[in-house]
């Protein structure tokens, strides 16, 4: 079932000096970019997850499903791709107010890696309500240039010499 998606992004240094709760690593790939349409491969404490999501339009809110994959309709729907994967090394941190941070560091090793962070929030107006820690960068929430689909199409890009 869809559910509404309200987080926040901001750009980040580094990982932040936390004891992360969780870490993975992910590839996603992108089928369409409008509306999205990614599958994500997460590796975890030695397991694989497959994952299809379709993401709506919006910034700070928008409609999210995700359907989980085998690893053979994963495979089936890798080989469909025409753009390059995007990898992260994801860890998520519980901040003092009780959220959970998800930061990410994209594409590890590569010339455009960068970092990210995403918090979650139960509501609008819990969302806007959020003070960011001083170790958090610029809010790039509201920018549709900074979603890692938009990455995605520019890295694609970029692959082809365009």
Known sequence: MAHLEIERKFRLDGF???PPVRCAET???????DPVVRIRRTHE???????LCFKGKG??????LELELTAAQYAELR???????VRKDYRTYRLPGGETLECSHVDPGESGSFWYAEVEFRS???ARA????AFLGEDVTENPEFTMSAYARRKAAQANGK
């Open 27 to 33: 590839e996603q790939g992108y089928l369409c970019h």
């Open 124 to 126: 609008e107006e819990e």
């Open 79 to 85: 080989a469909m791709m025409t753009e390059p994967m």
């Open 16 to 18: 932040p000096a936390l």
């Open 130 to 133: 959020f003070e960011p820690p």
């Open 59 to 64: 910034t700070l809110v928008r409609r999210e």
């Open 45 to 51: 404490q030695g397991a694989d997850k497959f994952r």
